[in-house]
C-alpha cells in the first residue's frame, strides 16, 4: 500500500469523527455535558462503546501475538473480568450513584480526609497518561512503519499528528462526543477483526467448520495451565483478571465516567452486564485472529519477526492483499483512538473535578481552564510515547498490566478499606502508605523465585500491592469515623 493511499484513508476517517463531533456537541454545551453528557446516555449504546475503550490497539495487536508463547491462556485472564464486573455494578456502582459523584475520587474525600482523595485522583492520572500514552504507542508506531518512514517524516512528528487528532474532535464535546465515536469506533473494529478472519480463511481454503477445527486442534489453543509456578497458571490469571477489571474499570475515572453518564444506576448495571457477556466473545475473536496468523504463517513457509507485536503488523502490510492491509489500518486506528479519546477526556475531567476546585469557579472559567487542561495532557501523552519508544523491549499488552499493577495498587487498597471496613485512617499517613507498597511489591516481584521456592509473580502483583497498601492503612487507622459516608 501506498503512504498516500493510507493517509486519505485515515483523513476520511478522521472526517466522519469530525462530523459525529459536531453532531454531538453545541456552542450550548457546559461543563457538565463535557464530563458527564448531561446524564442522559442511552446504556446500550454506552455499552458498546466500552468494547472499544478496554480494548485499544494494544488488544488488536499484542493479544494476536502473544498467542505463540501463552497460547489462549489469555482467556483465563478474561473469564476473571466476569467476577470484577459483577463486584462493580453491585457495590462500586450504587456508591457512585448514592453520592452522585463526577470524579470518583471524591469518594475518597468524603470517606478518609483531604490527602486520600488527592492520593488516589494522583495515582489515577500516573497510571491512566501512561496507560493511555502506551496504547497511543501502538498505533503511532504502526502508522510510522506504514507511512511516516516511506515519507521522512520523524516519530515525535508522527505522534504529534496522532495526538492533535485526537484533539480536535473531543475538545469541545467531551463525553457527549466520546460516547457517540466510541460506538462507531467500535463497530468499524468489529467489521475489522471480522474481515481479517475471514480473509485469512479464505486464504488458507478453510470453511467455518474448518476453521475452528484448525484453531482447536493447533498448537495455540491450550486455554487452562495448572502449574502452580507457571505465569499462566489458571488461579493465578483468573483471580489476577478478576482485580484488574476491578481496578481499570470499577476504579477507573475513564471506565466509570461513561457509566456515571447513563440515566440511572439501573441502566449503568445493564449496560455493564452486557458489556462483559460482549468482551469475553470479542477476546476470543482476538485470539482466534492470533492463531490464524500463525497458520498462515506456518502455511506459506514465512520468517515472522520475534517480537509478538510486530507479526500482525509485518504480514497485513507485506504478505496479505492490499484490502486486508486497508482493514488492519482502519481497524488499529479505530480500536486505538476509541481507547484514547475517552482517556484525554477522562483525564481532563479528573485533573479539573479533583485539582482545580471547579465546583467553585464560574462557568466561564471552567471553560478556559478545560481546555488548558486538555492541552496539557496532550502534550504530556506525546512526552511518555517518546520516551517508552527509547526504553521498550517488551509485548506492550505486558507493560500495560505490570504498571497497571504498581499504579492501581493503591487505589485497589484504598476502596476495599474504605468500603468493605469502618475503621478511620490517619489521613495525612496516607500518601506514605501509597508510596511505600509498590517499592515494596517491586522488592518481592524481584526477588520472588528466591525468596517463595521459585514462584514467579505474574499480574497477580496488582493483588499484592492491594493488599499491602490495606496492610499500612490498618497500621495508620483507628476506630472512630469521621466521615457520614458509610462502609457497605
Not at 523491549?393 to 468500603?419: C, H, M, N, R, W
Request: net charge positive.
Amino acid at each position: 500500500m501506498s503512504p498516500t493511499l493510507i493517509i486519505s484513508l485515515i483523513a476520511g476517517y478522521f472526517c466522519l469523527l469530525v462530523l459525529i463531533s459536531l453532531l454531538t456537541s453545541s456552542k450550548n454545551d457546559n461543563t457538565e455535558s463535557f464530563f458527564l453528557a448531561n446524564r442522559k446516555s442511552p446504556w446500550f449504546v454506552v455499552a458498546f462503546g466500552m468494547i472499544g475503550t478496554s480494548l485499544s490497539g494494544v488488544t488488536f495487536i499484542s493479544i494476536p501475538g502473544m498467542v505463540a508463547k501463552a497460547q489462549f491462556s489469555y482467556l483465563q485472564l478474561v473469564f476473571g473480568y466476569l467476577l470484577g464486573y459483577l463486584v462493580i455494578a453491585t457495590i462500586l456502582m450504587p456508591l457512585y450513584y448514592r453520592l452522585n459523584l463526577v470524579s470518583i475520587y471524591t469518594y475518597l474525600e468524603q470517606r478518609f480526609g483531604f490527602w486520600s482523595y488527592k492520593t488516589g485522583a494522583f495515582y489515577f492520572l500516573l497510571a491512566r497518561t501512561i496507560g493511555a500514552a502506551l496504547r497511543l504507542y501502538v498505533v503511532a508506531g504502526v502508522l510510522q512503519l506504514a507511512v511516516f518512514d516511506a515519507l521522512g517524516v520523524p516519530f515525535w512528528l508522527s505522534v504529534f499528528i496522532t495526538i492533535v487528532l485526537i484533539w480536535v474532535y473531543t475538545f469541545r464535546g467531551g463525553m457527549k462526543t466520546i460516547i457517540w465515536t466510541d460506538t462507531f469506533q467500535t463497530l468499524a473494529m468489529l467489521v475489522c477483526v471480522g474481515c481479517s478472519i475471514v480473509l485469512i480463511s479464505q486464504e488458507l481454503n478453510l470453511s467455518f467448520q474448518g476453521l475452528v477445527d484448525t484453531i482447536d486442534q493447533s498448537a495455540y489453543s491450550q486455554v487452562f495451565f495448572w502449574d502452580f509456578k507457571d505465569s499462566r497458571y489458571f488461579v493465578k490469571q483468573f483471580f489476577s483478571g478478576a482485580f484488574i477489571a476491578i481496578v481499570m474499570t470499577g476504579l477507573d475515572q475513564d471506565m466509570m465516567q461513561k457509566n456515571l453518564s447513563c440515566k440511572s444506576l439501573g441502566d449503568a448495571q445493564k449496560n455493564m452486564f452486557w458489556f462483559s457477556i460482549i468482551l469475553v466473545f470479542v477476546n476470543i475473536l482476538f485470539l482466534s485472529l492470533g492463531a490464524l496468523l500463525y497458520i498462515y504463517a506456518n502455511a506459506k513457509g514465512i520468517a515472522l519477526p520475534e517480537k509478538g507485536d510486530d507479526v500482525f503488523p509485518f504480514l497485513a502490510l507485506n504478505y496479505f492483499s492490499a484490502f486486508l492491509g486497508i482493514v488492519f489500518i482502519l481497524g488499529i486506528v479505530a480500536i486505538t483512538y476509541a481507547s484514547a479519546d475517552s482517556a484525554l477526556t477522562a483525564l481532563t475531567t479528573s485533573f479539573c473535578v479533583d485539582f482545580l476546585d471547579f465546583d467553585k469557579r464560574t462557568e466561564q472559567e471552567r471553560t478556559r481552564y478545560r481546555y488548558i487542561v486538555h492541552i496539557g495532557f496532550s502534550l504530556l501523552l506525546m512526552l511518555v510515547i517518546i520516551v517508552f519508544r527509547i526504553i521498550n523491549d517488551e509485548s506492550v499488552v505486558t507493560a500495560v498490566f505490570k504498571i497497571a499493577g504498581y499504579t492501581y495498587g493503591p487505589l485497589l487498597g484504598l476502596y476495599t478499606f474504605g468500603v468493605f471496613f469502618k475503621r478511620q485512617v490517619r489521613d495525612n499517613l496516607v500518601p506514605f502508605v501509597c508510596v511505600l507498597s509498590p517499592l515494596v511489591t517491586y522488592m518481592f516481584n524481584l526477588n520472588s523465585k528466591d525468596w517463595f521456592w521459585g514462584y514467579e509473580f505474574g499480574f497477580e502483583v496488582l493483588i499484592l500491592n492491594g493488599f499491602l497498601t490495606l496492610l499500612g492503612l490498618f497500621a495508620i487507622s483507628v476506630s472512630k469515623k469521621r466521615s457520614p459516608v458509610p462502609a457497605v
